[in-house]
């Protein structure tokens, strides 16, 4: 294998130097540079990263940690993280916290003791002594589509967001159904703790007053975010005495359960309940009837938090950041809609205005 003394030889230069250009830390002349590059390429040198980190105090890796594995709407955000890590020459190192805070801890430790440069996670329920970690370490750290508050005070640890939108777009699920009649629509609501949780219910709520509906506590259950779960709540609202006639799911997991839940009791969708969830997914339109959803910009959330953590890499000081970005209201036929040309079933935007950037934490 070529070494960075051969890599000097061929260009001319000194070992520093390639040093230099390999690890950018001092300002190299523009032919030098180019001297350096030609000769790696040449002699397919293959820089050795334990050493550059040595010498950077980087190792170009990213610690992500989501529930990838147990939560499938991850996947795509795993793929958006990948491609944009890549692009930058940064490595992953994955570890699934299971949505449980303790071992959500023990994951962030493990991954810094690793030596990554960043953390990017999708906070638990319960993130007190994640953020306490992550804070006494200094360690650098985007929260992913869940929002975590910390407190105010002058050692708060404060961290960079990125999440979607989830009130509006509930809000506008709720409103379609009511639209179409629906004076009983049920909640299949997520994991209580979570921000997305609340949002969403919070959606829920103003959906219903919009259309001028009252609240009814009954219909309203939690799936805590998993499949299992969907199907119990969903069964629950079933059993009433009077069960409602439409039901909103708050992600893809309990969309499945309730699916099944209908199934087992011999129901169809839209004819005996009219359904439409949060999260759309790959085969949502191959199910009879095609779902209605909300969908996600999954891929798009993973890449704007491996940029937010690399800007705070490159300015450690500057101010926080917390990044929304806009869903996509996909009308298919769960809802009890009939079949619509391809021109009508274009995805429409839920939120028309450009992903925000505020300073500090979201409310």
């Known amino acids: 294998m070529a070494t960075m003394a051969d890599v000097a030889r061929s260009a001319g230069v000194s070992v520093a130097t390639v040093s230099h250009v390999l690890n950018d830390t001092r300002p190299v002349l523009p032919h030098t540079r180019q001297a350096v590059l030609d000769a790696i390429e040449e002699l397919g040198y293959t820089p050795n990263t334990l050493a550059r980190s040595l010498v950077t105090s980087r190792t170009r890796s990213i610690g992500l940690a989501v529930s990838a594995i147990s939560n499938p709407y991850f996947t795509e955000i795993l793929q958006g993280v990948e491609a944009a890590a890549l692009e930058h020459g940064y490595s992953l190192l994955i570890a699934d916290p299971h949505d449980d805070p303790g071992h959500e801890r023990k994951v962030a430790q493990l ?61 506008r699920l709720v409103t379609h159904l009511a639209g179409l009649g629906h004076g009983r629509i049920g909640l299949v609501a997520g994991l209580p703790g979570l921000s997305t949780t609340r949002e969403r219910i919070t959606g829920y709520r103003h959906g219903l007053a919009a259309a001028g509906l009252p ?91 491996v940029r937010l953590l690399l800007d705070r890499l490159a300015a450690p000081e500057r101010p926080v950041r917390s990044v929304r970005l806009p869903c996509v209201f996909v009308h298919r036929t769960s809802c009890g809609c009939p079949e619509r040309s391809d021109r009508c079933e274009e995805a429409e935007h839920v939120e028309q205005a450009p992903a925000k950037a505020q300073e500090g934490n979201l409310p």
């Open 111 to 171: 991954l810094h003791e690793r030596r990554v440069d960043g953390m990017i996670v999708a906070p638990s329920a319960d993130p007190r002594e994640l953020v306490a970690y992550l804070g006494r370490h200094r360690v650098p750290a985007v929260f992913l589509d869940r929002l975590v508050d910390t407190p105010d005070g002058d050692h708060a640890p404060r961290f960079d967001q990125v999440c979607a939108e989830s009130a509006e777009p509930t809000t």
């Open 215 to 305: 609240y009814d506590e009954r219909l309203l259950v939690h799936g805590d975010s998993e499949a299992a779960g969907g199907e119990r709540a969903t069964a629950t609202l079933l059993s009433l005495a009077v069960p409602p006639t439409a039901l909103v799911t708050a992600n893809n997991a309990m969309t499945i359960g309730a699916l099944r839940a209908l199934r087992d009791r011999g129901l169809s969708v839209p004819d005996d309940l009219a359904l439409c969830c949060f999260d759309d997914f790959a085969w949502a339109d191959l199910f009879s009837p095609r779902l209605t959803a909300v969908a996600q910009p999954s891929r798009e959330l993973g890449a704007r938090a």
